[in-house]
């Protein structure tokens, strides 16, 4: 009997959504447990008492934090439709972008959670990060995704911009990503939306805009 997959996750989340486009994309059946991040579960908190976060894959009774360590997770469990290319350079070319989207993608939520002088740093930043991608991101431009023709663990980890990035500007009230000044980054995020097992997965974005237009108040208001 195989063992059962569970996913607490929290839907507003993009670290939540990386999780279930892997699932999704290799077909793995799963029972997905929503949290109310104010008031977590006691299972959540067993399952990942160092960072009381989602999102947590629980396979059998073994759970897994970290999306991007659960994305791995998922690939080395279920190599069929691999995300991960088979060349070990290429490989590695992945996970650096992996790396970089986690690294650097951060400083898109400090726009929402910043104002004034703060905030203009932070959009600055999130313009380089986003020029620095279009400039040197693997296979843009050539082909429909990070690592070619098929969506992988680099596209996954960017997930956030093709989606999240828009909400944020809406949030805000700003513009950073211009199709016409990143033009490979634009295509990238359409081609993405428009998959399958992505498209059926996102958050309703009206839904999104209230959610994060509260955060961002009541972030501002405790400051």
Not at 54 to 77: A, W
Not at 167 to 187: I, N, S, T, W
Request: hydrophobic share 45%.
């Amino acid at each position: 009997m195989a063992e059962v997959i569970k996913l607490h996750g929290a839907w507003p989340s993009p670290f939540s959504c990386r999780v279930i486009w892997a699932l999704k994309l290799k077909g793995i059946p799963y029972d997905y447990i929503e949290e109310d991040l104010l008031n977590k579960s006691p299972e959540l908190l067993k399952y990942n008492p160092v960072h009381k976060k989602i999102p947590v894959l629980v396979h059998g009774e073994r759970p897994i934090c970290e999306s991007m360590i659960i994305v791995e997770y998922i690939e080395e469990t279920w190599p069929e439709k691999p995300l991960l290319p088979a060349d070990p350079y290429d490989r590695a070319i992945a996970r650096f972008w992996v790396k970089f989207a986690d690294d650097k993608g951060s400083v898109i939520w400090m726009v929402i959670r910043t104002t004034g002088e703060e905030q203009e740093k932070f959009k600055k930043e999130s313009l380089e990060m986003l020029k620095t991608i279009e400039k040197h991101a693997g296979s843009l431009g050539k082909k429909k995704f990070f690592g070619g023709d098929n969506i992988g663990i680099a596209d996954i980890a960017f997930g956030v911009i093709a989606y999240w990035f828009g909400v944020m500007e809406d949030v805000v009230g700003v513009k950073l990503f211009e199709a016409q000044v990143f033009p490979r980054l634009h295509a990238w995020t359409e081609n993405f939306k428009q998959v399958p097992a992505i498209k059926e997965s996102l958050p309703d974005r009206d839904k999104l805009v209230v959610v994060y237009k509260q955060m961002r108040e009541n972030l501002l208001a405790s400051a």
